[in-house]
């Protein structure tokens, strides 16, 4: 959808409507308004196509097209794990659960009710994820073990990247690197605004480092936000953060801004060669920020914010 679509859907229609245009009528809202229901739908959309997409693919870029659509699973399973830890009733925790893969909504319903993090932990399927956070739950360290899921996943897509052809090999790091680079910046600047030791910050973030150097360490170690979001500054990233004021209070606009640079990363993915795996990488992560944009339009609408205001949220 471009900027134009998406901004009609904004200003016009009721939430019922709108999720009807955003499925192309193959589900509706009820009174009670189920948005879990909604994205569910929606990421299966998302899933398919990765699905597809590699099944066009030359044999050596499947597994990663496949591995980068397993993310939602991934996610699924990070907040499942992290509401049976939290003892989350099971009506509130679906509230922000997003089933995907195995993980339907009625097994992550049953997972939660069992209020045992260790029955999560039986119910991967992945032999090596299973056994980092069942160490994490047996150190009594339940942050590390949802933690835990984000650090293996993106460790492995990092490894799926080194594909044997350079030119997928190249296409395919640059945006995965990226994201992880991003991805590791947030984590810093979110441990500082809970007041996270610097030690805590590295243990928490992905072991992978593309492109920040020194700073992914000097990031952790800085003595406030400002002075970490000024680290980052220094980094090939910069210009994704110029304007940001250098207030924990912007940490939603520095997540915003920065994948907004990843978006146009992807975008750009498409001018050069049309034969490597970035082109369906790219396209896989526009359709995921796409997500995040519709579902920020129900969400809004949903709870009667101002059509500006979610216009501002946006990433695309």
């Known amino acids: 959808m471009n900027r134009d679509q998406i901004e009609r859907v904004i200003e016009s229609g009721s939430l019922s409507e709108t999720v009807g245009q ?8 009820g009174a009670s308004g189920d ?10 959309r998302v899933i398919s196509m990765g699905t597809n997409l590699s099944a066009y693919a030359p044999y050596d870029s499947r597994s990663l097209i496949r591995l980068l659509t397993q993310r939602y699973e991934f996610d699924c399973v990070k907040q499942v794990l992290k509401c049976t830890i939290e003892q989350l009733e099971p009506s509130v925790a679906m509230l922000n659960i997003s089933p995907a893969g195995k993980f339907t ?18 119910s991967l399927a992945d032999d090596e994820l299973k056994q980092v956070t069942s160490s994490k739950l047996s150190e009594k360290n339940s942050r590390a073990a949802v933690v835990a899921v984000d650090q293996y996943y993106y ?12 030119l997928d090999a190249q296409s395919a790091r640059s945006l995965i690197g990226e994201l992880i680079d991003h991805l590791n910046m947030l984590l810093a600047l979110r441990g500082k605004i ?13 072991p992978v480092n593309y492109a920040l150097g020194k700073a992914l360490s000097e ?18 990233y910069s210009a994704a953060l110029r304007n940001l004021p250098a207030s924990d209070t912007v940490i939603v606009d520095v997540e915003r ?11 750009n993915s498409f001018a050069g060669s049309p034969f490597n795996v970035g082109l369906a990488l790219g396209l896989l992560f526009l359709k995921d920020y796409e997500l995040h944009d519709i579902m920020a339009v129900i969400s809004g609408k949903s709870n009667n914010v101002a059509a500006d205001r979610i216009s501002e949220s946006l990433i695309l």
């Open 22 to 29: 955003l499925t192309r009528g193959q589900m509706t809202l």
């Open 35 to 44: 948005l879990a229901s909604a994205e569910s739908f929606l990421i299966q």
């Open 105 to 122: 909504s009625d097994r992550c319903k049953e997972l939660i009710e069992s209020r045992n993090p260790n029955r999560v932990v039986e």
């Open 155 to 166: 460790k492995k897509l990092w490894t799926a990247s080194n594909l044997p052809d350079p």
């Open 194 to 206: 809970i007041g996270l030791d610097s030690r805590t910050i590295s243990d928490l973030m992905i």
């Open 219 to 236: 990031v952790g170690e800085a003595s406030s936000f400002a002075n970490a979001l000024r680290v980052m500054e220094k980094t090939r």
């Open 257 to 267: 801004a920065l994948y907004a640079s990843h978006a146009q990363s992807c975008f």
